[in-house]
């Protein structure tokens, strides 16, 4: 979601790549020392990293059709990768907000 690579996150974890793929994968464990830097790095609630479905964040590349010889690109993909771009901010926006009405609640301040 945020373009950042492999590398990138490695790095900021003060691991190896392969390291930090493995986690991606599944393959590897996340200390929770890891977990809280990832979500600091991804600007993410840790419990969106923890129940994170790449379905529900991702769209497959395999449902644009590129048929713009000019480009590469046609009008159509981009306005719906917009749309769907749209779509996925809405959707965390909601999540941030029920992560925030849920706090207050437990900090009496609702």
């Avoid at 959707?91 to 009405?101: A, C, F, N």
Wanted: aromatic share 10%; proline share 1%.
């Amino acid at each position: 979601m945020k373009n950042y690579t492999q590398q990138y996150v490695a790095e900021q974890l003060e691991m190896t790549q392969a390291g930090y793929s493995k986690i991606e994968r599944g393959t590897a464990s996340l200390s929770i020392e890891k977990l809280e830097q990832l979500s600091v790095i991804l600007e993410l609630p840790i419990e969106s990293i923890i129940n994170f479905e790449k379905s529900s964040y991702f769209v497959e590349a395999r449902n644009y059709v590129v048929c713009d010889s000019s480009n590469g690109v046609s009008f159509n993909t981009l306005k719906k990768l917009y749309e769907d771009k749209i779509e996925l901010l809405e959707k965390l926006l909601l999540k941030t907000d029920k992560e925030v009405q849920y706090y207050k609640e437990k900090c009496g301040l609702v």
